[in-house]
Nanobody, 118 residues
């Protein structure tokens, strides 16, 4: 069974930083593509960043330069380091796993709330 679990969300002031973590299991982690998404109230879930099995990364333009995605295959984790947070970053953040390029099926975590406010 594939399981994806996020952690690290919370309340942070504008300009602050948070590191989100995601642990995934049930597949060969090193061969999977991992992504971070977020969804604000009333909005569509949007892709923020992804990291391939080779370590290559892609970012949405609105987080480029502020967010960094990384993976630790020894720990089966993918992190999202978020710097210079803005109120508009407030959302539920989700981790997504694509275990294999041979199948389009992906798996979602439960989400972790990030609130950027004074």
């Amino acid at each position: 069974q594939v399981h994806v679990v996020e952690s690290g969300g919370g309340l942070v002031e504008p300009g602050g930083s948070l590191r989100l973590s995601c642990v995934a299991s049930g597949f060969t982690f090193s061969g999977g593509i991992m992504s971070w998404y977020r969804q604000a109230p009333g909005k569509e879930r949007q892709l923020l960043a992804r990291i391939s099995e080779s370590g290559s990364t892609n970012y949405a333009t609105y987080v480029q330069g502020r967010f960094t995605i990384s993976r630790d295959n020894a720990k089966n984790t993918v992190d999202l380091m978020m710097n210079n947070l803005k109120p508009e970053d407030t959302a539920v953040y989700y981790c997504n796993a694509l275990p294999s390029k041979t199948s389009p099926r992906t798996y979602w975590g439960q989400g972790t709330q990030v609130t950027v406010s004074l």
